[in-house]
């Protein structure tokens, strides 16, 4: 790996860095070259000759052709060579939006010739060069022809990373030592890509894209200029399908030791490159005058010595990228644990589950118990795995013994604290997290406790009974093997407490459950939590897009999914949906909800797609103790993530979420994406819906494209009562 380890667990394809090379039809010296002297992982090379045209070629007096002019025959490399350290470039040349016929002709044929021998040598991936223009219909047209007959390569469409406007911030050099000769060349190279895409190259992409159907199997190739749209443009492409960021070595500076480097913003964009796993490939010649003394005896980033007359004349630039690689932020245990949960849909347990398995349609081997299912509480026993993951959240239940505590003191004085007892009930008490939280939070304030520990799972009952023989507990313990709606309370108590929270807040039925449960409380009585709220955002996410599409069905684009999202675009600041609050002793309580939300995306941001809705909730535990994974409010070291606010968007589009794995966040799909303009709200309307047997979500875009109301009725999903 050309980046180097970091630590071992690392094991994203971002490790690994190609550089782009010019046509060479020794390709057994331009893979050695490259790979031993330069240190790359793999080269994206021509695969056909830059002067092959079609219709220059002469045919032969007995009806058959030349042999075509590619690198090689698939001999001069073993297959594995082809498929891990090769990547395909098709000719740039080809303009198959010309208005020159033959220029167009040749194109068709050469771009199907390419990819033709692409596929025959096993090659992961080939980068199809830029549009030439705004116009790109024939272009996608038989690219999308030929994503319907490709076996698994994917193409990476070139797309310079441009938007021609006032939010474009130069990249104005710092440092001393810079020449005004580079400053030129920086710009020089600036013109000639901006002069083949004006305005927003995201529109370019996103065109071509829909004229494919959103093809799985079609990606981005970004890249990188030396002046860089605003922080909010940039964002946007955190949930496209991009898969390599080409740096042109013009786009990097030169520090005062005369070697490359890139400005503060470059870094922060490549860096989060790299945590989101797109490869880099360096792309162009030699540009710094890299000072000698490093290429007598040079030491490359892995601390190995590289004789002067066998190093890459790039080899500065790979060193560079890799120390920023080196540099970033370990990730935190938790988030090691949780690499393999990211952007994976993880289907709801439905009441009828036919249809609701593994969604991945690239890693269909993953195991079932990798995957959170979003449960039915009222229909469903956990598992005793389910119940170990969930009891690993130390920083919920810390929260919990917080509030315990905190309305205990509220609740009893302290010159009755020895005299009085408090009388708990936990409801879903589970295998005894919240009842042991509730015995700590009595023993810090020095109240005294009278436990009833509700659960209906006859499974954790033999749990709990043991660990109250245990811990000594049978004098304050009480359980109750029982479905709480069935229960008739001995008495009433001064607190109920339950964690029956989902990743929507309400999407696991609490306001039914604690609503049955409402009549053990006195009128008095504190219910934990007090109330909680849904918050959902605009993202785009391809991938989940293609996941969910993939299944080639309404009932998949219906469904609400958990998910750990990571490589999704958050496009504006969350808003609140629904509140519920307990106890809610009303005669007219209802837990229908409707709700229309407007969404303002920044201006600067140019247009985006938009896949669907990410979902969050925040619970008021008691009073200042709250719990919650939605972004702005989130609890400390559960979850922080960017787009809580626009400032929050400048400065922090890169940054890394951070969750319980209890609570990842919920994904509302489209079946039809919907691409939203500068200055055009996004309006959206939410509804929760009950039924005798049943409580369902509903939901859809009214502007600025209406689209159909999705799940009616709960046809595709439910909760069951």
């Known amino acids: 790996m050309a980046l180097g380890e970091r630590g071992g667990w690392d094991k994203s394809e ?41 219709s220059l070629m002469e045919k032969d007096i007995g009806g058959g052709s030349h042999v075509l002019p590619f690198a090689g025959s698939d001999l001069v490399l073993s297959p594995s060579q082809w498929s891990s350290h090769v990547v395909g470039k098709i000719s740039s040349w080809i303009d198959l939006d010309s208005e020159d016929e033959i220029l167009r002709t040749d194109s068709e044929t050469t771009l199907k010739q390419e990819i033709s021998w692409a596929s025959h040598l096993s090659l992961q991936a080939c980068l199809l060069p830029s549009p030439k223009g705004a116009s790109c219909a024939n272009y996608a047209r038989c690219v999308n022809q030929i994503l319907q007959s490709l076996n698994n390569m994917q193409l ?15 990249f104005i050099p710092s440092v001393s030592t810079v020449t005004y000769a580079q400053i030129l060349s920086w710009r020089i190279f600036s013109i000639h890509v901006y002069s083949r ?38 964002g946007r492409w955190l949930g496209e399908p991009v898969r390599a960021a080409i740096i042109h070595t013009d786009s990097f500076l030169t520090n005062a030791r005369g070697y490359p480097c890139l400005s503060r913003r470059h870094q922060k964009l490549i860096t989060g490159f790299l945590n989101h796993s797109i490869q880099v490939v360096i792309s162009g010649k030699l540009n710094h005058g890299v000072p000698s003394v490093s290429l007598d005896s040079a030491l490359d980033h892995t601390g190995t010595n590289v004789e002067s007359s066998q190093r890459h004349s790039l080899r500065p630039y790979l060193d560079y990228i ?23 849909l993880q289907s709801p347990l439905q009441g009828h589950n036919p249809l609701f398995h593994i969604i991945s349609d690239e890693f269909c081997t993953i195991e079932f118990s990798n995957y959170y299912l979003s449960f039915q509480p009222l229909m469903d026993n956990l598992e005793a795995q389910t119940y170990e993951t969930f009891e690993k959240d130390s920083v919920k239940y810390i929260q919990y013994q917080r509030a315990i505590g ?28 919240l009842v042991r939280a509730s015995l700590q939070a009595a023993e810090e304030t020095g109240r ?32 109750v093997s029982c479905d709480m709606r069935c229960w008739d309370a001995p008495e009433k108590a001064d607190i109920l407490v339950s964690e029956l929270l989902g990743s929507f807040g309400d999407n696991e039925l609490s306001p039914e459950c604690l609503d049955g449960a409402q009549r053990f409380l006195k009128q008095d009585g504190i219910s934990i939590p007090s109330s909680y ?13 293609n996941d969910v599409k993939s299944h080639k069905d309404v009932v998949h684009f219906e469904t609400a999914y958990v998910v750990k999202v990571h490589s999704v675009a958050r496009l504006a600041p969350c808003e609140p949906v629904f509140t519920f609050t307990h106890p809610n002793f009303s005669t007219k309580k209802s837990n229908q909800r409707y709700k229309k939300l407007r969404f303002e995306i920044p201006s600067d941001t140019g247009s985006a797609m938009v896949h669907g809705f990410a979902g969050y909730f925040d619970a008021m535990l008691y009073k200042d103790v709250h719990l919650g994974i939605e972004p702005s409010t989130a609890t400390p070291n559960m979850f922080s993530c960017c787009a809580s606010s626009s400032v929050c968007f400048v400065e922090s589009y890169f940054d890394t979420g951070l969750q319980i794995p209890a609570w990842f966040a919920i994904f509302f799909p489209l079946r039809t994406p919907v691409c939203i303009r500068p200055g055009s709200p996004l309006e959206v309307h939410f509804w929760r819906c009950c039924g005798s047997t049943k409580v369902w979500y509903e939901w859809c875009v009214a502007s600025p494209n ?3 109301v999705h799940n009616s009725n709960g046809r595709s999903y439910w909760v069951g009562l």
């Open 322 to 344: 890799a120390y920023l690689y080196q540099r970033m932020d370990p990730l935190p245990e938790q988030e090691r644990f949780e690499l393999s949960y990211r952007d994976f």
């Open 406 to 433: 905190n309305a205990l003191v509220d609740r009893v004085p302290d010159e009755e604290a020895s005299s009085l007892t408090t009388v708990l009930m936990v409801v879903g008490a589970g295998r005894g997290p």
């Open 448 to 479: 005294k406790l009278k436990i009833y520990a509700v659960e209906k799972n006859p499974n954790a009952v033999v749990t709990l009974h043991s660990l109250v023989r245990l811990e000594g507990w049978e004098k304050t313990v009480t359980i």
């Open 706 to 708: 209406p689209s159909p």
């Open 156 to 170: 990476w469409l070139r797309i310079p990373l441009v938007k021609n406007d006032d939010d474009t911030t130069d």
């Open 533 to 545: 709220t849904s918050f959902i955002q605009p993202v785009t996410a391809s991938k989940l897009h």
């Open 197 to 234: 895409v004006r305005g927003d190259s995201w529109e370019l992409w996103n065109s071509f894209r829909l004229l494919c159907e959103h093809h799985s199997q079609l990606s981005v190739a970004l890249d990188v200029l030396s002046s860089l749209p605003s922080a909010n443009s940039l």
């Open 14 to 54: 971002s490790r690994y860095c190609g550089v782009e090379t010019d046509f060479n039809d020794d390709m057994p010296h331009l893979l050695s070259f490259n790979l031993s002297s330069g240190g790359f992982d793999f080269v994206v090379a021509s695969l056909m000759d830059p002067n092959y045209r079609p």
